[in-house]
């Protein structure tokens, strides 16, 4: 396996078309994950990660021994960066972003924090991702209201979330981009302003929005919402790079909370018996963690910046991946009771990835694996994520071993 390239070497920045090439001039920047050797159709669930990454992973055991218990003011400046590069890919501003280890963990903390008990209902979608799918529904077990609205269409699903909101939900929850099709929400603005009418707060799923297509909160028109996401798949961040960003003004409080919620403000002086709050961002911290996912976070944050890969020339590289990969697979004509794709939306208005529905997704899945095409799938949905260390001849090399695949099951 080759190594990664020198601490601190730099890259020419890239255009979109520069990543069609046979050759794909990103890939050597990921030798570690061999992105050049294999067909990693995995971007949905695992992307790969920048060499740089590993350069950020070693540096955070190298301060430990160093510095021992002095690492922390070291770890906490990695964290900053993480808040901008987090910031940044939101269009910006002075909003406070909190940070954790996983986006159910920011979840729980920021429903705990809601009036439950003066407004105990609860409103999202029946296609939502799982960590939140599944807190909700246990929500409902124990007694709050759920109403879940219907995903789809997706363009129009904010006005289905306008119309079910009243002054006894307390909260909405609504994500930026499907995991399970790719469709892209529409009318989260007039969502939002359905919230504020009667007091409902509004959370909005960003994680297969970023990097993917340009999310700019305020020509979205949710600045006034809470927005979570993290770094594990589109961003490269790997494990451990949830956030939480909250609207400007927002004066939470979680029930759910660790000591490092009160951290920045432990010099202040309070009762025994109060419990103390730093700023609003700290509110939403648990305790003592893992500070390894930001120095590698923000490694990657800074290897994006250097290579030229803004959320302008990702966006231009995700839709020209998608749509060759619904190109070549609508001209392969297979048989549509195996394997089909959901063509109500247009290739353009997809998120990151293609959505294939066949009720052997599951065996699909594992025949292409063996043949060393990665993809994922969810129940009978078989998804083909393309990344930008992917060369066009990968995605159409990846398109024939399906062929392969679903043809040799009816020879």
């Known amino acids: 396996m080759s190594g990664a390239p020198a601490s601190g070497s730099r890259r020419a920045a890239l255009r979109a078309a520069d990543l069609r090439a046979d050759s794909n001039p990103l890939a050597s920047d990921y030798s570690r994950f061999r992105v050049a050797e294999r067909l990693l159709l995995s971007g949905h669930s695992h992307q790969a990660w920048p060499d740089r990454g590993f350069e950020g992973q070693k540096r955070a055991w190298e301060d430990a021994a160093e510095h021992v218990d002095e690492k922390w003011s070291r770890a906490e400046a990695r964290a900053v960066r993480v808040r901008e590069g987090y910031r940044r890919l939101l269009g910006g501003g002075d909003a406070p972003i909190a940070l954790g280890p996983a986006t159910h963990d920011l979840l729980v903390k920021w429903i705990s924090a809601l ?62 981009v499907f995991y399970r099709n790719g469709h892209v929400a529409g009318g989260l603005d007039r969502a939002l302003a359905a919230c504020e009418s009667v007091g409902t707060r509004l959370l909005v799923d960003a994680y297969h929005a970023l990097n993917v297509l340009p999310f700019d909160l305020a020509e979205w028109g949710i600045d006034g919402a809470a927005v979570t996401g993290g770094g594990y798949k589109y961003l490269q961040l790997g494990e451990g790079n949830a956030f939480l960003r909250l609207p400007p003004g927002d004066d939470l409080h979680p029930v759910v909370t660790g000591w490092f919620a009160e951290f920045d403000a432990l010099t202040h002086s309070h009762r025994p018996d109060e419990v103390g709050w730093g700023s609003i961002g700290s509110r939403f911290a648990g305790a003592t963690y893992d500070p390894t996912s930001h120095y590698r976070a923000s490694e990657v944050f800074d290897f994006f910046g250097e290579r030229g890969l803004t959320v302008a020339v990702l966006a231009e590289s995700y ?89 040799g099951r009816h020879e």
């Open 319 to 407: 839709r020209h991946q998608v749509a060759l990969l619904a190109e070549r697979f609508d001209a392969l004509d297979l048989d549509p009771a195996v394997i089909d794709r959901d063509r109500s939306v247009p290739v353009g208005k997809l998120g990151g990835f293609l959505a294939l529905e066949s009720p052997r997704a599951g065996e699909l899945r594992r025949a292409l694996l063996e043949r060393g095409v990665y993809t994922d799938h969810r129940d009978t949905t078989l998804r083909m994520g393309p990344a930008p260390y992917l060369s066009d001849k990968q995605i159409g090399d990846a398109m024939g071993m399906l062929e392969e695949i679903v043809a």
């Open 115 to 176: 009036p439950l008990r003066e407004r105990p209902r609860l409103v999202t979608t029946d296609l939502e991702f799982h960590a939140l799918r599944r807190q909700l529904d246990r929500l409902g077990e124990t007694g709050l209201e759920v109403v879940k609205v219907a995903a789809l269409p997706a363009e129009s699903v904010g006005e289905r979330i306008s119309a079910a909101v009243d002054d006894r939900t307390a909260a909405a929850f609504v994500s930026a």
